[in-house]
């Protein structure tokens, strides 16, 4: 019987070599040069890596390959085109990351709201504060949340226990959604603008000068989407002059955002450094769990879930 070749970075090996069925014929890598040298074997790859320019380059060896699997949720620079090309399905880490990315906005929200970064401080110096930093509640706020997927709507489920009123921007309309085209004008009703978007040509810098201007001076912008939907140049100059009021970034341009970039020095600047899906330890479980599930879809010819749609990028 013909193997099926598998393909995989040596980071998931603990937790995937033990369960793999007999059909299955494994090889793992360490390196890129290693990755390169392998990818042209896979039927299917899971190829994750730190960065993001060799998972590329080992993405694009895989000529082969039917189905790529990957954590991550984002498939921004991954070669799209010459995957639909081969017949590549894509499943990624949509929802896998989703609990940990929600609570960090919460954490972001209350962070700015309280001024938890000053009490932080005073505690440093065993300083007893006489007063609160932050007088902000999160009860009756209205938030902005573009993006609705999984992240995007427990995002929204965590946020109306705190009495946040909660509007998202989605393509068909709904109760208290606005529709791509009406958001723009409607910026300076938020106290909180969260970014939850795929990064895509459509959105790449959907937050620039005009969109910072139409927001409230005492608004926060919050980002755990991608560096490349917010202008970040325009971001430092509203900030610098309180055009608006904070911005909690988990995401930069570039990363890691090099020493000398004017955003770690700005007290209103909150940079998290893309820590929010990391902040758990179930990552890797969740994803071993759902790799076997499709695994075994893929051996019955069935649906893989959840699919990228490689004409979209998410």
């Known amino acids: 019987m013909t193997k099926t070749k598998l393909v995989m970075a040596g980071l998931v090996r603990p937790l995937i070599e033990p369960r793999l069925p007999d059909w299955v014929d494994a090889h793992w890598y360490m390196s890129k040069d290693e990755g390169l040298a392998l990818a042209p074997q896979a039927e299917i790859g899971w190829f994750d890596m730190y960065d993001k320019g060799d998972m590329a380059k080992i993405i694009g060896a895989a000529t082969n390959m039917k189905w790529l699997n990957s954590i991550y949720a984002g498939v921004d620079g991954m070669p799209l085109a010459q995957l639909k090309a081969q017949g590549c399905v894509v499943t990624n880490g949509a929802g896998i990351n989703a609990i940990t990315i929600a609570e960090y906005v919460v954490m972001g929200m209350l962070t700015v709201a309280k001024g938890y970064r000053e009490v932080v401080r005073a505690q440093e110096r065993r300083e007893w504060l006489q007063d609160s930093p932050g007088k902000i509640e999160l009860f009756g706020s209205q ?172």
């Open 143 to 314: 938030a902005l949340l573009l993006g609705y997927g999984a992240i995007g709507k427990l995002i929204e489920e965590r946020l109306k226990p705190f009495g946040v009123d909660v509007t998202v921007v989605r393509r068909t309309a709904g109760p208290d959604t606005l529709t791509p085209g009406q958001w723009r004008a409607q910026l300076g009703d938020f106290d909180w603008v969260i970014l939850a978007v795929p990064a895509t040509a459509e959105t790449d810098a959907m937050i620039g000068a005009d969109e910072l201007a139409a927001m409230k001076s005492s608004a926060t912008l919050i980002n755990i989407a991608r560096g490349s939907v917010v202008d970040q140049d325009a971001l430092v100059n509203a900030l610098q002059t309180k055009q608006i009021a904070a911005a909690f970034l988990d995401v930069t341009t570039p990363e890691p955002l090099p020493a000398d970039h004017p955003l770690w020095a700005l007290d209103n600047a909150h940079v998290t450094m893309h820590l929010s899906g990391r902040a758990q330890d179930k990552m890797l479980v969740r994803s071993a769990m759902r790799f076997f599930e499709n695994l075994e879809r893929y051996r019955n010819g069935e649906a893989l879930e959840p699919t990228v749609n490689l004409d979209l990028g998410y």
